[in-house]
């Protein structure tokens, strides 16, 4: 899956993706090279995005319960 929104790059390495309830954020986990990260994009300012190091973790699925709680599961 590979997308592309104003200051988000389009990126091979998506593992999985998950858009919140409201449609306000996107979380993307990515692997580059064997670090894995749970970013999240703010579309209201793309630049605020954060990021999560999960490590070697494996992730097996991952949504939002709200507009602010995102949920891993591992």
Known sequence: MAFAYSGV???PNIENAAIS???KRLA?????D?????KIVNFADPKSTS???VGDQKI???F???EE?????T
């Open 60 to 62: 097996r699925d991952m």
């Open 51 to 53: 990021g999560y190091s």
């Open 21 to 23: 309830t409201g449609g």
């Open 64 to 66: 939002f319960a709200s």
């Open 9 to 11: 790059y389009a990126s």
């Open 28 to 32: 993307i986990l990515e692997n580059n």
């Open 69 to 73: 709680i995102l949920v891993v599961v």
């Open 34 to 38: 064997g670090v894995r990260i749970i």
